[in-house]
C-alpha cells in the first residue's frame, strides 16, 4: 500500500456496489492492506466516466482519498472484471453469494489476505467452470470457516467417504490458489455439500439474501 496526505493505493475485490443519488456509487472493496473499505465513487454512473464499468467482482488496483469520515474512489485499474459471471445467471448468483458472505464476515482495518484470496480463486473457478458450481461452494463455505479460525473438522460420529476426508484435508491445507483442482464422486459432493451447510449454519450463523434467491433458482 502507498499512502500520502490522505492519499492511498490498495489492491482489492469489489464485493459490493450500490447506485446512491443520480450519479454516484457506493462500493465495498476488500483490500489486501486494509480490510473491507467502503467508498463513494462520485460521478460513477455518468456517461463517460473512468468509473462507469466498476462494479461488483472487479478485481484489480484502486486508488482512493481518505477523508476525515470517508473514502472517496479517485481510480480504478482492474485487472479482472469476471466477464464470465455476467452472462451466467447461476454462476451470478454463487459468486453475489460469496461476496455477500465475505462482506458479513469482513471488518474495516482488519486486512485479511486469506479471505480475499479466497474470494478471488472462487470466482475464478466459477467463470472457468473446470469443476461443478456446487462443488466450488461447498469449498468456498468450509475455507471460509477455515480462515475465520472456526472449522474443528469433521462432525463427530459421523461416517464419511474417503473421499470426503481426503478432500476436506485439501480444502484446509492448501493454498487458495491450489483449492480448486480436484473433482469427486457424487456421492463425496453431496457429503461436502452437507459439510458446508453446516459449518455456515453452526459458524457464521447469518441468513443470506444471495442464498435464498439462489436456491429458489436452483429449487
Avoid at 469489489?14 to 456509487?25: G, H, T
Avoid at 472493496?29 to 473491507?36: A, H, N, S
Avoid at 448468483?93 to 462482506?103: K, P
Amino acid at each position: 500500500m502507498n499512502s500520502s496526505a490522505g492519499n492511498l493505493e490498495c489492491t482489492g475485490l469489489v464485493i459490493s456496489a450500490r447506485p446512491i443519488k443520480e450519479y454516484d456509487r457506493r462500493i465495498v472493496i476488500l483490500t489486501r492492506e486494509r480490510g473491507k473499505i467502503s467508498c463513494f465513487a462520485n460521478g460513477a454512473r455518468r456517461p463517460g466516466s473512468s468509473l462507469q464499468a466498476l462494479d461488483t467482482f472487479a478485481f484489480g488496483t484502486f486508488r482512493l482519498y481518505e477523508g476525515r469520515s470517508s473514502y472517496t474512489l479517485k481510480e480504478a485499474q482492474v485487472s479482472h472484471y469476471f466477464e464470465g459471471l455476467r452472462t451466467d445467471v447461476e454462476a451470478a448468483l454463487y459468486g453475489s453469494y460469496f461476496m455477500e458472505v465475505l462482506d458479513y464476515v469482513t471488518r474495516e482495518n482488519n486486512p485479511d489476505t486469506g479471505l480475499l484470496l479466497l474470494g478471488y480463486y472462487s470466482l475464478r473457478a466459477l467463470e472457468h467452470k473446470k469443476i461443478p458450481n456446487r462443488l466450488v461452494r461447498a469449498i468456498f463455505e468450509i475455507r471460509l470457516v477455515t480462515e475465520e479460525g472456526e472449522y474443528a473438522g469433521p462432525a463427530s460420529g459421523r461416517t464419511y467417504e474417503e473421499g470426503t476426508r481426503f478432500a476436506l484435508g485439501h480444502i484446509t491445507g492448501v493454498p487458495c490458489s491450489k483449492l480448486f483442482t480436484f473433482a469427486v464422486s457424487d456421492q463425496v459432493l453431496a457429503e461436502l455439500e452437507e459439510e458446508g451447510r453446516r459449518v455456515m449454519k453452526e459458524r457464521i450463523r447469518h441468513s443470506f439474501s444471495s442464498l435464498e434467491v439462489l436456491s429458489a433458482l436452483l429449487g
